[in-house]
């Protein structure tokens, strides 16, 4: 199994650039997946996180209103709070250590997109991460939001991203690392660049809607997910906002 190394701040938070993490996404694939390298296809995210990290999978309940979409347990615990449609309340439930939790939410129709976006994104939790948490099974959390040995991820994982980034906490800066690794592992970079120049000598919007279109279908992505992998490589403006939502419809069209 591949092992990233990398440095860490004086809380255990790592020190990594996003070219760091691009090679980092592409060593797992190559490890795991590696036809998808040479062959670009969608990266079987579940049994990455399942078989290749070794995690075991939950589903629950994560709040009453979908706030959460996933949960990374990275101690033994018997403090996970999941919400009970049955009560209509919170409960505490136990977790082993290196346990990730998806809300059940993600598993309703339409939802796939992002339902392997927080797969990754857990996992990304527990590559980079597990060293913040994992010295002592009774550690208690140092975030005051989180009072125990686990990273609830929210809807609005962006929020800090208009925040400079020397303003960010540890949690904010843990979360953006886990939502650029987890691109980074759903869409190696090689394959970005491979299908970015491909297109690369139209600019038009029709051209980039069949090169989004492109990313979402060999991916199994996101449009929002492929529009912003493509902007970390130059293939579309970093100020780019288009909706590319109807970008496979025009693909198919073609």
């Not at 913040?132 to 099974?137: D, E, Q, R």
Request: charged fraction near 20%.
């Amino acid at each position: 199994m591949y092992t990233p190394s990398f440095r860490v701040s004086n809380t255990n938070i790592p020190i990594v650039s996003k070219d760091e993490l691009d090679v980092f996404g592409e060593r797992f694939v190559m490890d795991f997946q590696p036809e998808a390298i040479t062959h670009p296809q969608p990266i079987n995210i579940e049994e990455f996180v399942e078989y290749y990290l070794k995690m075991t999978m939950d589903y629950q309940y994560l709040s009453h209103n979908g706030i959460y979409l996933g949960m990374t347990v990275f101690n033994d615990t018997n403090k996970v709070a999941v919400y009970s449609p049955e009560t209509k309340r919170a409960e505490y439930i136990s977790a082993k250590a290196r346990t990730v939790i998806i809300d059940n939410s993600l598993l309703e129709e339409n939802k796939e997109h992002r339902y392997r976006f927080t797969l990754g994104h857990e996992g990304s939790h527990e590559i980079l991460h597990s060293v913040v948490f994992g010295y002592n099974p009774d550690q208690v959390s140092f975030f005051t939001e989180q009072p125990y040995p686990m990273i609830q991820c929210r809807v609005d994982l962006g929020h800090y991203s208009n925040k400079p980034v020397n303003q960010w906490t540890d949690h904010e800066r843990m979360e953006w690392q886990a939502n650029f690794l987890s691109s980074a592992i759903l869409m190696p970079k090689s394959g970005i660049m491979a299908i970015g120049n491909s297109f690369a000598k139209k600019r038009d919007i029709t051209t980039k809607m069949k090169m989004v279109g492109t990313v979402v279908n060999t991916y199994n992505v996101s449009p929002d997910a492929a529009r912003n992998r493509l902007k970390r490589f130059g293939y579309l403006a970093a100020d780019d906002d288009s909706d590319y939502s109807l970008s496979t419809a025009i693909l198919r069209t073609v």
